[in-house]
Nanobody, 120 residues
């Protein structure tokens, strides 16, 4: 059984940084395209950043230049480095692995989420 476990969320002041991690178990991590999604209260879940098996990346316009997605296949871990955080980045962040239905599909693998709150 595949499990994704996020960590690294918390409370940070505007302009601060956080690094999220997503540890995968029960799978050959390197075969999956991976992504980070987020969902703010009252809003739909949205793609933050994605990374292919080969390491190509793409980002939501709202986080370009501030967030960096990366993966360490040897450690079965996905990361999201978040810099220059803004209050509008406040959300629950989810790790997602593509099972073949496309990133973001509910049939994919999902973590339980980690809360990020940006506030002074």
């Amino acid at each position: 059984q595949v499990q994704l476990v996020e960590s690294g969320g918390g409370l940070v002041q505007p302009g601060g940084s956080l690094r999220l991690s997503c540890a995968a178990s029960g799978t050959i991590f390197s075969i999956y395209a991976m992504a980070w999604y987020r969902q703010a209260p009252g809003k739909q879940r949205e793609l933050v950043a994605a990374i292919t098996r080969g390491g190509s990346t793409n980002y939501a316009d709202s986080v370009k230049g501030r967030f960096t997605i990366s993966r360490d296949n040897a450690k079965n871990t996905l990361y999201l480095q978040m810099n220059s955080l803004k209050p509008e980045d406040t959300a629950v962040y989810y790790c997602n692995a593509d099972r073949g239905y496309g990133l973001g599909d509910q049939r994919g693998y999902w973590g339980q989420g980690t809360q990020v709150t940006v506030s002074s």
